[in-house]
Each structure stands twice: as C-alpha cells, then as structure tokens.
C-alpha cells in the first residue's frame, strides 16, 4: 500500500529557510484558530505470512491438542514523514495562538529525515490443550501456551537504545547515551533492543458442569493467562526517526522564517534524509531527538483473564444467560518521556526548555517501556431466543468499566491513572430476524406475498469518558499533556436541555482553567463522559424463486434509520476556541437497495 503528497506548496515556498520533499506537504496547528494538516508520500510493503499447524488425538474421555503457529515478520517502508516539518502556534509565547502565528514566532517546531524500515522476524507459539470429560456433567479444559518473544528488528540496524552516559561505539561521535542494537550493536543494547523473553508460558483452565438433571441449567467458567506481542507496524516505526538514520528535531520559540538559524543550529536537511545508514565517522547534529527507543527489559503485554457465567434454557428455545468477567493487564506498552525539562520557579519559559533539560544533547527522548497496568471489570446479561416458528431474537446489556494508568506526567505514571478513555459503562444490543410464513397462494400473487424476513439491529450505549487538558505547557516541560484545573462544582449540565444549547456547550466549562504554572493540573482522567448513542439498523429481504436452484435476492437496508443525531465528543481544550462545543456527528440516515443473485 501507501500514500500520495496532497499539499499544493510546501513551507519554503511560504518564506521558510527549511528544506521540505517534493512533492510537498503542510502541517500547522493554531490553538484558537485554524490547522492545516496534508498528507504524503509513503510506500508500505507488509508482505507478513503465517503456517499453523494442529494435530487431535482422542484417548478415552480425553481430547488431545497439540499444535503451534510461525508468524514470519516482513516490513519495508519508504516514508517522507515529518521531512516536510511541523509548526504550531500554541499562544504559549504572546497568550493567543494567532497573534504568535501573525508575528511569526512559533511555540513548537519538529522536522525529520523521513521514515524508512527494513523490519523482519518471527514469532513462534506451541501449546497443549486437554479437552476431558471427567463424567456425565463436568467437562474440564486444561491447557498450556508458550510464547516466546523474539524482538523484530530493522536488518539494516535502525535499532536504538537510550543509556544515560554510555558512550556508543558503533558511532563514537554520538552524544553519550545514545546507542544502537542491529547486527554490530552497542555493549547494553541488544540486537533487537530488548533482550529475548523466554519465559511467557500461559496457562488456562476453564469447566463446564451441567447442575441440573434436566441438562437446562449449566456453570461455565475459566482462567488464564494471554500473552500479545507489540502490533507490528506503529510501533516499531519511532526507532527509525532517530540520527543517524532520519533523525527528528523538536524545538521551542523558534521563528518561522529560520526555525534552525533562531536557535543557533546547523539546518542538517536535506542532507540528513533517509533513508540512510552511514558508517562510524558520521556525525551528529545535536541537540537531537530521540523519537523513539525501546527499554532493554521490555516485556509484551500479559493478560490474566477469568470469567464465570450461569445459563438457562427456558421452555423450548429461550435461553437466559449472565457472565461475569474480569481481566488484569501488566506489562502493557506505553511510550515514556525521559528528558523532560526541570521547572525553575521563577525562572522557566518557553525559551529555555533545551536549557532546563537534564540531557542538554537531546531535545525529546521517548522511550517504550512495560510497566502499565489495566483493570476490567464486568457484567454481562444475555437473553437469546434460537431459531423457530421464523423469529429469531438476541439482547444483551453489559456493565463495565476498564481503569488504565499512563505516562502522561514523565514523573509520574500513577498521576496519569483513570478511567480508559474507551471505557462505556453501559451498552445494549437488540438484534431479531423474522422470516415471515409464506401463504398458500400461487402465481403472481404468491411471488408478491411470500419469501420476505425482516431484521433489525439496535445498539444504545453510554459516551466516551472525557478527560479535560489544559492547552499550554504551564508544567514547563516541553512535554505537553497537562490537565486542566478544576475549580470545583458541578461541570455536568442538565442532559434536558434544547439540543442548540448542548451542542454550544455540553458541560460546565467556567468549572476549569488552565494548570497552574509549575503544576500538572488537578482535574482527575475521564471526570465527564461524552454523548451518548442510540442506533437502530432496519433489513427488508425478498426472494424470488426463479428456477428450482436459482434465486433473486431483493434487499433494502436502513442504516440509522429513525435518523436519531448520534454527536461525537465535544471538545475539551481550555485554550481551544471551541472549549466545550460539540461540531461533529456520526451518519444519519443512510439507504441502500439492491439485487442480489442466488445459485
């Protein structure tokens, strides 16, 4: 796959003493006013396999699996990401984003050589499973996977490391404390950055006992462990951004017109694109950025699951069922600044960021680290009505909520600890299909009236939780990512309200402020929630018997079909002009009719 440049000029065309690709393409960002976002041109060859294979073997009341799967990694990429570079106007310098736009002084710049990969590897996975009727009522499933994880790697040597004053030997003029993997790697950083994880055995259990004669009431339940290793594009893509591959520079308060020459550094592009791989004597601009490394410890993300469920058969065809379930994530993957600015009371600006950085040689360092956790917890009732008399009929309704925590504050994971911002605290879904009894008539009249079933689909669900951010790096970090500050009361407005009056302001936005200076806000992750959904999906069918083994299918669907406005999130950005506005809605009422043969 990949993308095409949709940009009609580029920065330097707009005065800019920058280098940008061609074709050309624009990123900018104005709090308060207006962004400009293009894309460009990228070639994405993701040309992965996999092989599985299992082999059953029945002994007596057990029932043996053994198997296991190869996945063989393969991941090339030509990207011109962030080669164009990046502006925004925060207001950060002057207290509004398009006063700092029209004098052209910038808050934040970031420009890179590009993203280029050559990722391969595999991923290997065994297991063991015993499916045993111990009696009559009780089945017991027991089971074993293994998981090894072997780390992908760039096959060209895009590996970094970050190790506070290590000197890298494979490219000697680096700063201190950048170091590289790959086949010719640092001392302390492995091949692929993180050391091999041999370790990942998974057990599970699960049961299923029958707790009436009549065979209509029975216990389910399990346990286990479920190992996920890291999604496979995304996340190996930040190593490549790194000097001397396509290195990234970020600065702050820079001007428009030369963001390099007002900072006192060397414009090191074009001559620094990628793709690239040089040799030892290379050398560096600094301060640089490190957009990405990866912790040598790193562990994929584990998941300990376990669920209990009680179900009923009811008469002939209903079913009743309510589930329990629970999971704990460890190990989860989250991306760590590890070169935040220091606040100085009295004495931070936007200015002297680079200055008040612990590693003077870099700007940002991002590092993937595992050290985040999750919680769900949940509940889920069923009531199911299978196939008969042409009315089949599904509903569910499920409780639940997932807390995460984060590196959102670099000195604090537990600060960033909440609600997930995917948790829904309340869904339910009604599906049915009916197929209407054909008549006794024939001819004309019969191919009208017979051969028609209807279904229907409903979802309504809770909103999305809400987190309010600040808008500006009062905390001084050079990071961002800051909360706002909760000045107390009620933020919750009546859900009663004119419609015209929730879409201008769908919570109490005199309720917060932007964090104090110094401070990371005090307003807590996910405190509102978001609007909620109601859809309902409407399918009319018809057969028409043409032959004895042909048919012809007439369908009309509706999708949303009372046209209920489902809103999306209303923005929540103290500095943002739109600060507690919701502009954006999902579909409305969408109709498609067609023909369909059947043979």
Request: with cysteine; hydrophobic share 35%; aromatic share 14%.
């Amino acid at each position: 796959g990949g993308s095409w440049a949709t940009a009609p000029w580029g920065w330097p065309d707009a005065g800019s003493k920058i280098a940008a690709p061609s074709p050309p393409e624009l990123s900018m960002s104005i709090t308060g006013g207006f962004s400009i976002s293009t894309n460009h041109d990228g070639q994405f060859d993701r040309s992965s396999w996999t092989v599985r294979e299992v082999v059953t073997k029945i002994a007596g009341p057990h029932e043996l699996r053994f198997g296991g799967d190869v996945f063989r990694v393969y991941n090339h990429t030509v990207n011109v990401y962030q080669q164009a570079g990046s502006f925004t106007f925060s207001g950060q310098l002057s207290g509004d984003g398009m006063a700092d736009f029209i004098v052209g002084r910038a808050s934040g710049f970031n420009q890179g050589g590009g993203e280029f990969k050559y990722l391969k590897g595999t991923q290997w996975a065994f297991f063991v499973q015993d499916d045993w009727r111990v009696g009559q009522r009780l089945t017991v499933n027991l089971g074993v996977r293994w998981d090894p994880y072997l780390p992908y790697y760039d096959r060209e040597g895009r590996v970094i490391c970050f190790q506070p004053g290590v000197q890298s030997t494979r490219y000697p003029k680096a700063p201190a404390g950048l170091t590289y993997g790959g086949a010719n790697h640092d001392s302390g950083c492995p091949v692929g950055g993180a050391e091999n994880t041999w370790s990942n055995i998974a057990p599970r259990i699960g049961f299923a006992y029958r707790v009436t004669r009549d065979a209509k009431t029975s216990l389910r339940g399990g346990t286990g462990y479920f190992y996920t290793p890291p999604p496979l594009f995304g996340f190996f893509n930040q190593f490549t951004n790194t000097a001397p591959f396509a290195p990234t520079f970020s600065f702050n308060d820079v001007a428009f017109e030369d963001p390099f020459g007002s900072v006192g550094v060397r414009n090191p592009f074009p001559q620094e694109y990628g793709p690239r791989v040089p040799g030892p004597e290379v050398a560096f601009t600094v301060p640089t950025r490190i957009q990405g490394s990866i912790d040598r410890e790193y562990r994929i993300m584990q998941y300990g699951s376990w669920n209990l469920m009680i179900e009923r058969q009811v008469r002939a065809s209903w079913l009743l069922r309510a589930t329990y379930q629970g999971n704990k994530g460890t190990f989860l993957s989250g991306g760590r600044e590890m070169n935040p600015a220091v606040y100085v009371p009295g004495a931070s600006t936007v200015g002297n960021t680079q200055a008040r950085r612990p590693f003077r040689n870099f700007s940002q360092v991002s590092k993937t680290e595992s050290g985040l956790n999750s919680h769900h917890h949940g509940l889920l009732l069923n009531i199911e009505k299978r196939f008969g008399h042409g009315l089949t009929v599904l509903a569910n309704h499920s409780w639940q909520k997932t807390i995460m925590d984060s590196y959102t504050n670099p000195f604090s994971r537990r600060w960033g600890r909440g609600i997930s911002q995917d948790d829904i605290a309340h869904t339910f879904k009604f599906s049915n299909v009916y197929q209407a009894p054909d008549t006794k008539l024939r001819g004309i009249a019969g191919h009208v009236v017979n051969g028609w079933s209807l279904n229907s689909i409903l979802v309504w669900r809770g909103g999305f939780p809400l987190t309010i951010a600040s808008g500006v790096d009062n905390a001084f970090t050079g990071t961002g990512s800051q909360r706002a500050d909760y000045l107390g009361g009620n933020a919750r407005l009546a859900s009663g309200r004119p419609r015209q009056d929730q879409l201008r302001q769908w919570f109490d936005t005199s309720r917060f402020t932007v964090n104090a200076i110094g401070t990371f806000g005090n307003s807590g992750s996910g405190i509102l929630r978001g609007p909620k959904s109601f859809n309902t999906n409407l399918g009319v069918l018809k057969n028409f018997r043409v032959t004895e083994q042909t048919k012809l299918q007439f369908r009309a669907e509706f999708f949303n079909v009372l046209n209920h406005p489902n809103f999306f999130e209303p923005n929540t950005t103290v500095t943002s002009a739109q600060f507690g506005r919701i502009s954006s809605a999902d579909s409305p009422r969408i109709m498609q009719f067609g023909l369909k043969v059947l043979f």
